[in-house]
């Protein structure tokens, strides 16, 4: 048996030996993380689903002066609690109340309508009404914007009828029709929520090598096994070479059980229900897991690389986290900054599986030059890396 | 047989060693013997190519061991000091580790492996993690798994630093068989006695240089001193008053 493969076997044999901790980084992200995010989804998605079609109650201030807005309220599921604050005294207090009740988050929107509502609308003038809210909650956007919506609508249609009163007809008051074209597919609608799940492939695949490769490196050097390793007859690149392919074959798991763990839990997303369409089925599965192969490539060379580089196993440990936040830079910057793909982007490792990602997930075509250049430049930094490592390994300064 | 010829080696602004020469021949035991910081360990780890000398030679049955470190390293069995084996692995998984990076397959590799086993008397705590062993028991792995191809030369770097008597003694063994089968040993230490008692051929070395060389009867007469403690101390001094 030459070198490489009895390397290669004794570090896998050594590795699954240490099975809790290979447990630990092969099921904790690559398996429930995409649950776990897929769950959080799902919720918010429900959220999202609830709050459109779910009735809400709001307090209203003053409501008995605007009988006929309160209707129209109603009729867009905005129910309006009169009696709210109505022990407080006059309209001031009531008024204060309300906004005392939103400042502390008792009550997320509320409105109040003005004293002179009734004379105003009567009159043919603008007629008040205060919508109480807190624009930097988050939770109470939603609402806020319903009731922004309806007033909006009910304002519209009074406007409307009191210009046909006079003979003019509506579209006078409204010179300016805005429509709708959304140009997204349901896919790509979908893809806005997934766009997380290529960011976390990648940082599954980093994350479920770290380990192995820190052991047989720096782990190795510190126990004091890798110097009568070096006086073995086997060349140092061998050496190296099944060491960085131990821990491919680590990531490769890695990656595999997340790949799979995604497709099997964005199965339990209600995207339908929101009209957009999971593109991740079988075949898309497959495409992920080839598409983002090679960067497990790289990864397993930086990862060996960077305890390469270190004299103990601490501080091989803080390398390889530095090293794992390296690569996913990209990512962040391409989540942050949407691009399109392009060949000079596909140079760029670790951003260019991630975009590749994007296409498949939105449902579209794959460009085979861009997968040739993606896999091309990302072999090659992975091959630098592992020469990197090799000069390491050859140089004494690693058992000094 | 190991040739050294002028060898030398800085690290940084230390001189380790410079100009050390001597000859190890097969069929001997030869010590290496010298104060904590004289340049043992390096010497020793450059025999073991794990570390290139600055200048000089080292010659490994005949093979230039600094040009063609992969054949010098399948003639040697080295010992690293302070080295350990794989906790997560049986005795005889380890042993089978190097025999198989040795070249060794199939029922050569069998045979040769349990011989070591019971060379070292392993047999106890062959399929034994070695997580748990004792400092002893690890010893005696490591040295089974340096021997496992048959080495013609054992370079051994401080073998019984921490030893309890029995491992010592089985040490002892495995060293004087070693000797009679043929092999050239080579091994450091800071303890006089065990060299004294050992060793066919002794060589004192002090701060990076050789300071004496001869059986322990030749280095009495060379330092006029009877007691062998008295002679080594002698001879680091004549070094130290250059």
């Given amino acids: 048996m030459n070198g490489f493969l009895v390397v290669l076997q004794k570090e896998l044999l050594e590795g699954t030996r240490e099975w809790r901790a290979l447990a630990t980084t092969l099921l904790v992200a690559p398996l429930v993380g995409p649950f776990l995010f897929v769950g959080i989804t799902a919720f918010t998605m429900h959220q999202a689903i609830d709050d459109v079609a779910a009735a809400i109650e709001i307090p209203a201030v003053g409501a008995e002066r605007a009988p006929n807005l309160v209707a129209h309220l109603r009729q867009s599921l905005i129910d309006v609690d009169a009696e709210a604050f109505a022990d407080q005294g006059d309209q001031t207090a009531r008024h204060e109340a309300l906004r005392e009740a939103v400042r502390s988050g008792e009550v997320e929107v509320g409105i109040v309508v003005a004293e002179d509502f009734a004379e105003a609308l009567a009159a043919g003038q603008a007629a008040r009404v205060w919508v109480v809210a807190d624009s930097s909650s988050n939770r109470a956007r939603p609402e806020t914007n319903r009731v922004r919506t309806a007033l909006g609508a009910w304002s519209a249609t009074v406007g ?18 805005v429509l709708r074209d959304d140009v997204s597919t349901p896919s790509r609608r979908a893809y806005l929520l997934l766009g997380i799940v290529g960011y976390f492939v990648l940082f599954a695949v980093l994350i479920g090598g770290s380990q192995i490769a820190v052991d047989i490196t720096a782990g190795e050097r510190e126990r004091g096994s890798l110097e009568p390793l070096l006086a073995m007859p086997i060349r140092r690149e061998t050496l190296v070479l099944a060491k960085v392919l131990a821990t491919l074959v680590v990531m490769t798991a890695s990656l595999a059980i997340t790949v799979i763990s995604f497709a099997v839990a964005v199965q339990f997303l209600p995207l339908g229900e929101l009209g957009m369409t999971a593109n991740f089925g079988v075949v898309e ?114 058992i000094l | 047989m190991i040739e050294v010829t002028g060898l030398g080696k800085r690290f940084g602004d230390v001189q380790a060693i410079e100009g050390v020469s001597f000859v190890a021949p097969k069929g001997r035991i030869t010590g290496l013997l010298g104060p904590n910081g004289a340049g043992k360990s390096t010497t020793l780890r450059i025999l073991a190519t794990v570390l290139q ?3 000089g030679e080292v010659r490994i049955d005949g093979v230039d061991a600094l040009k063609d470190p992969l054949e010098a390293r399948r003639r040697i069995g080295v010992l690293p000091h302070g080295s350990s084996v794989y906790g997560n692995m049986t005795a005889r998984e380890n042993i089978a580790y190097y025999a198989a990076l040795q070249g060794l397959t199939g029922a050569a590799a069998e045979a040769r492996i349990d011989r070591v086993i019971g060379q070292l008397y392993l047999e106890q705590i062959a399929d034994r993690r070695a997580r ?53 040993v080579l091994f450091s230490s800071h303890v006089m006695q065990e060299v004294a008692a050992l060793c066919d051929q002794i060589v004192i070395i ?26 080594f101390l002698a001879a680091v001094d004549l070094e130290d008053s250059d």
């Fill in chain 2, 53 to 55: 000398a600055d200048h």
């Fill in chain 1, 285 to 398: 599965a497959a495409q992920m897991f080839l598409l983002v192969f090679p960067f497990a490539a790289l990864a397993a060379a930086l990862m060996v690389a960077a305890a390469s580089l270190t004299r103990s196993f601490r501080e091989a440990q803080t390398y390889t986290s530095i090293a794992m936040i390296a690569p996913t830079l990209p990512v962040v910057f391409a989540a942050l900054r949407p691009m399109q793909d392009s060949v000079p982007l596909m140079l760029v490792p670790a951003l260019s599986q991630h975009l590749l990602l994007s296409d498949v997930l939105r449902a579209e075509a794959l460009d085979p030059l861009h997968i040739v250049t993606s896999v091309a430049s990302t072999a090659a930094v992975a091959a630098m890396l592992v020469w990197l490592t090799v000069r390491r390994f050859r140089s004494e300064k690693l």
């Fill in chain 1, 160 to 177: 409307g009828i009191r210009l046909q009163l006079r003979g003019i007809h509506p579209t006078v008051g409204a010179p300016l029709a």
């Fill in chain 2, 132 to 184: 748990g062993f004792s400092q002893g028991q690890h010893i005696r792995v490591s040295l089974a798994r340096c021997m496992v191809h048959d080495p013609s030369i054992l370079i051994l770097d401080e073998p019984t630093n921490g030893l309890d008597v029995l491992t010592t003694r089985a040490l002892r063994h495995v060293i004087l068989e070693r000797r009679d089968a043929g092999c050239c």
């Fill in chain 2, 206 to 231: 002090s701060r990076g240089h050789v300071a004496v060389t001869g059986t322990a009867h030749d280095i009495r007469i060379a330092t006029g001193k009877d007691d062998l403690e008295d002679a």
